[in-house]
């Protein structure tokens, strides 16, 4: 059945590979195509949206996270050494991200250029300090510098790039595969796919994805739709700074931890022109998650892996 599973996959690829070949204009996604004219209506609905998204996030963190411990007076705690660094790229990609659909937003509602850009940047250091604080009250963690640091260079990537190059030539995207581990830690590591998918880091990959076409020279004919890609992880971690050998009782097997490299294709599904509302709209919401594909591994076990099909 795995094998199966990786054949499919492999066989989407190389199809959508295939047909995005044909000769092509440069391509928009015609998702939240920004509007020439102010749309206070548009604005508002937003506006309203976004309030109720964000309710409905803070109460899924606060059961999620926040429940099972005690409140404490607010309080920094430094993280920088744990999880081999994964939860700070995440912090990076998740405001990068929250900065781009911000500022998509903005346009589609006819907000200027340069003012869309300051809202979207803004909205995403406004959304990941809440989180920050909440932390800063919490007995299990704290106010993280280092988490600071991380969403506000994630928003500036954005920021830096739309107001440069006018587009996203480099994007941050996210890419998770199941692993053991959780198996050994459920309460730290996730009890469920959902929440293993947010907890397991050894599961989750971070990837710089760079469209080339972008790079070149405006007459060039390169698919518009092809990225490379760098992507980060880790593995081998059940615990935070270093791993139990006890839990609940029970031995937990010796794991190395070690960091992974990895070089892939990717598919910046955005530039792809097609006139399918379903496409265009699946796409954007999807824009933030790596496309599988062949991928070269080097880690610090100083191992060279090749992955036919990676997520």
């Known amino acids: 059945m795995i094998k199966l599973r990786y054949f499919l996959l492999k066989s989407c690829f190389l199809l959508v590979f295939f047909i995005s070949f044909v000769p ?3 391509a928009q996604n015609k998702f939240l195509e920004p509007s020439a004219q102010y749309n206070p209506d548009r604005l508002k609905g937003v506006v309203i949206t976004e309030i109720a998204g964000g309710l409905l996030i803070s109460t899924g963190l606060y059961f999620l996270w926040y429940r099972k411990h005690p409140r ?5 705690f430094n993280d920088n050494r744990e999880w081999l660094q994964m939860d700070k790229v995440g912090h990076l990609t998740t ?5 781009a659909v911000q500022y998509d937003l903005m346009r589609w509602c006819g907000v200027k250029n340069d003012a869309s850009i300051a809202i979207g940047s803004l909205t ?3 959304y990941m300090s809440i989180i920050e604080v909440l932390d800063g009250f919490s007995s299990k963690w704290g106010f993280s510098n280092g988490d600071m640091l991380a969403n506000i260079l994630g928003s500036a990537l954005f920021a830096a790039q739309q107001k440069g190059w006018g587009e996203q030539r480099i994007s941050l995207k996210f890419s998770y595969h199941a692993t053991i581990y959780p198996g050994y830690y459920p309460e730290e590591l ?3 796919r959902i929440s293993r998918i947010l907890k397991d880091y050894n599961g989750q990959t971070y990837w710089l994805s760079f469209n080339i076409k972008s790079f070149l020279s405006a007459k060039n004919d390169f698919p518009s739709w092809l990225n490379m890609s760098a992507g980060y992880g880790a593995e081998g971690m059940i615990g935070a700074t270093q791993n139990p050998e006890t839990l609940s009782g029970k031995t937990i097997p010796y794991t190395r931890r070690f960091r992974q490299f990895y070089l892939a294709p990717d598919a910046d599904l955005l530039r792809v022109s097609s006139e399918s509302g ?6 954007y919401f999807t824009r933030f998650i790596k496309v599988p594909a062949p991928a070269l591994e080097w880690n610090t076990l100083k191992r060279l892996t090749f992955h036919p099909v990676y997520f």
């Not at 404490?72 to 920094?76: E, I, K, R, S």
């Open 124 to 126: 995403a250091l406004g």
């Open 95 to 99: 405001a990068y991200n929250i900065a």
């Open 190 to 192: 996730g009890k469920n």
């Open 24 to 26: 092509e204009m440069r």
């Open 72 to 76: 404490t007076p607010f309080h920094f």
């Open 278 to 283: 379903f496409f265009n709209t699946a796409s």
